[in-house]
Nanobody, 124 residues
């Protein structure tokens, strides 16, 4: 069993940056894929970025490619999402999720473990 907790959300102006972090407890991310998803009001939860813990391989949604970076901190059993050049359309609740395996899936149903979410609001 893996428990996930996000931190780092907040309010930022367009063009600004935020870093979200996802800390795991219960077990380590040894054979997991960790993903970030987001959900805006009235919209479906969508994939943002994912990382394969064992190799550090990453994958991004087109909407965030070149602006967001997902990376891992082995010593802290933590995955972070650095978000730069934020836009108002990035406003959403951001969720950390984890799945056992090595393939970075982009559909939410493929992930077994979820955090509670953290709000990111980008003002124009």
């Amino acid at each position: 069993q893996v428990q996930l907790e996000e931190s780092g959300g907040g309010l930022v102006q367009a063009g600004g940056s935020l870093r979200l972090s996802c800390a795991a407890s219960g077990r380590t991310f040894s054979n997991h894929v960790v993903g970030w998803f987001r959900q805006a009001p009235g919209k479906e939860r969508e994939f943002v970025a994912g990382i394969r813990w064992s190799t550090g391989g990453t994958y991004y949604a087109d909407s965030v490619k070149g602006r967001f970076t997902i990376f891992r901190d082995n010593g802290k059993n933590m995955v972070s999402l650095q978000m730069n050049s934020l836009k108002p359309e990035d406003t959403a609740v951001y969720y950390c999720a984890a799945r056992i395996g090595t393939v970075i899936k982009t559909t939410k149903d493929e992930y077994e473990y979820w955090g509670q979410g953290t709000q990111v609001t980008v003002s124009s």
